[in-house]
T-cell receptor
């Protein structure tokens, strides 16, 4: 349960605020992901990093800005969000994204974000 | 791109009965199909996965079947218990990258 941690667990912010979500993995993995989980919708992949390089940006608005300083840490910087951005933001990690890889993704507990 | 549909959206069963959740996918190149269980307020956790080179995989009371021709795969839970109550998500991907998830199934096991 402590392989992937996320902070904060809950966050309430106004539309003009700037905040950051943090994810840390202790599994020695090289790939990290951000997902958005909204009520009654599938988990939506937002960003993918492999060996600190962004490999996927799933058409995410620029008010979400990811940062991956090393393979163990992933941030999601938030600014001028909208109420519809309220959701559970999940981080995940896997071994890597090498060709032929079918590595399991391990999820963090998520950050419950509310935008007022 | 890949699209995954999951049915039913909710499923209620009596304790001891079996539960079946079905998913279909659109991209014939998909070759990795994990199933995640998410209990209320907790993170999604992998419970079983299957790769396209096999048609069935079993782990105690949980099994997954894959029909590549029809592009669908199913989760089977036998002898359900109250602790099986959760939201179950299927997913599909090519080589484990860029998982595309189904919308989830809320399973309620009534005791």
């Amino acid at each position: 349960e402590t392989g992937v941690t996320q902070t904060p667990r809950h966050l309430v912010m106004g539309m003009t605020n700037k905040k950051s979500l943090k994810c840390e993995q202790h599994l020695g993995h090289n790939a990290m992901y951000w997902y958005k989980q909204s009520a009654k919708k599938p988990l939506e992949l937002m960003f993918v990093y492999n060996f600190k390089e962004q490999t996927e940006n799933n058409s995410v608005p620029s008010r979400f800005s990811p940062e991956c300083p090393n393979s163990s840490h992933l941030f999601l910087h938030l600014h001028t969000l909208q109420p519809e951005d309220s959701a559970l933001y999940l981080c995940a990690s896997s071994q890597d994204l090498g060709r032929g890889s079918t590595d399991t993704q391990y999820f963090g507990p998520g950050t419950r974000l509310t935008v007022l | 791109g890949e699209n995954v549909e999951q049915h039913p959206s909710t499923l209620s069963v009596q304790e001891g009965d079996s539960a079946v959740i079905k998913c279909t996918y659109s991209d014939s190149a998909s070759n990795y199909f994990p199933w995640y269980k998410q209990e209320l307020g907790k993170r999604p956790q992998l419970i079983i996965d299957i790769r396209s080179n096999v048609g069935e995989k079993k782990d105690q009371r949980i099994a997954v079947t894959l029909n590549k021709t029809a592009k669908h795969f199913s989760l089977h839970i036998t002898e359900t218990q109250p602790e099986d109550s959760a939201v179950y998500f299927c997913a599909a991907s090519i080589n484990g990258n860029k998982l595309v998830f189904g919308a989830g199934t809320i399973l309620r096991v009534k005791s």
